[in-house]
C-alpha cells in the first residue's frame, strides 16, 4: 500500500495567519492520464470528513479561496493563506491513484 | 445537492453479523462507484472496500483486514449500497461512512457507530 506521512500532526494558528500542512506518499500519485490523484478533506470537530481539494489543487464546489493545494509526484502541501475560526479540525491527505485509497495521520489545526 | 444517509449501525457480539445501509440521493447512483471507510473514534480514517458501477462490471475491492469478512454490494433500483459484516472482531469497532468515488469528488455519509463487544 502507498504510505500518505503528514507533517506536522498539530498546528496552533492566530485566526488571519497563513497555515501549512505538508503531505508526502511513499510513491508517485501521478496517473498514465496525466492527472494526480490527491486529495485533501477537513473534519470539522463531530463532523464526517469533506473533500476541500482534489487533484491536488482543485477546490471542490463551494470552498473558500483561501484554501490552496500545490505539488507533484510524491510532495504536496496545502495552505490556508488566512486562518479563520472555522477551519478548525483535522485535516487529511488520501491518495486515489491505487485502488486501496491510503490517508495520511491528519493534521490537527487549533486557533490560537 | 448529493446526500448520503447510512443506517443499519449497532452493539453486537464478537463473532457476530451486522449489515449497514447507506441511502443515496441527489445524484445517479446507478452510474456512481461507492465505498466504505471507518473511522475508529479519535483516531484516523482507513478505507474497508468499493463497489464499482454495474456499467463498470460491478466488481468489489476490499481492504486485507476485512477481506472474506465483509460483502459490500448494491441495489441500484433503490439508490442503496450495502456493507455486510461477518466474523466481526473487536477491532472493527469504528464509525463507517460510505462515500461516493469518483476522481474528482469524495462524498461522505454522516455515518454510523458499529461497537463489536462482548
Known amino acids: 500500500d502507498i504510505v500518505m506521512t503528514q507533517t506536522p500532526l498539530s498546528l496552533s494558528v492566530t485566526p488571519g495567519q497563513p497555515a501549512s500542512i505538508s503531505c508526502k506518499s511513499s510513491q508517485s500519485l501521478l496517473h498514465s492520464d496525466g492527472k494526480t490523484f490527491l486529495f485533501w478533506f477537513l473534519q470539522k470537530p463531530g463532523q464526517s470528513p469533506q473533500l476541500l481539494l482534489y487533484?491536488?489543487?482543485s477546490r471542490f464546489s463551494g470552498v473558500p479561496d483561501r484554501f490552496s493545494g500545490s505539488g507533484s509526484g510524491t510532495d504536496f502541501t496545502l495552505k490556508i493563506s488566512r486562518v479563520e475560526a472555522e477551519d478548525v479540525g483535522v485535516y487529511y491527505c488520501?491518495?486515489?491513484?491505487?485502488?486501496?485509497?491510503?490517508f495520511g495521520q491528519g493534521t490537527k489545526v487549533e486557533i490560537k | 445537492e448529493v446526500q448520503l444517509v447510512e443506517s443499519g449501525g449497532g452493539l453486537v457480539k464478537p463473532g457476530g453479523s451486522l449489515r449497514l445501509s447507506c441511502a443515496a440521493s441527489?445524484?445517479?447512483?446507478?452510474?456512481?462507484?461507492m465505498s466504505w471507510v471507518r473511522q475508529v473514534p479519535g483516531k484516523g480514517l482507513e478505507w474497508v472496500g468499493r463497489?464499482?458501477?454495474?456499467?463498470?462490471?460491478?466488481?468489489?475491492d476490499y481492504a486485507a483486514p476485512v477481506k472474506g469478512r465483509f460483502t459490500i454490494s448494491r441495489d441500484d433500483s433503490k439508490n442503496t449500497l450495502y456493507l455486510q459484516m461477518n466474523s466481526l472482531k473487536t477491532e472493527d469497532t469504528a464509525v463507517y461512512y460510505c462515500?461516493?468515488?469518483?476522481?474528482?469528488?469524495?462524498?461522505w455519509g454522516q455515518g454510523t457507530m458499529v461497537t463489536v463487544s462482548s
Open positions: 462515500t461516493t468515488d469518483t476522481r474528482r469528488s469524495v462524498i
Open positions: 488520501m491518495q486515489g491513484i491505487h485502488p486501496t485509497w491510503t
Open positions: 463497489i464499482k458501477s454495474k456499467t463498470d462490471g460491478g466488481t468489489t
Open positions: 487533484e491536488v489543487s
Open positions: 441527489g445524484f445517479t447512483f446507478s452510474n456512481a462507484w
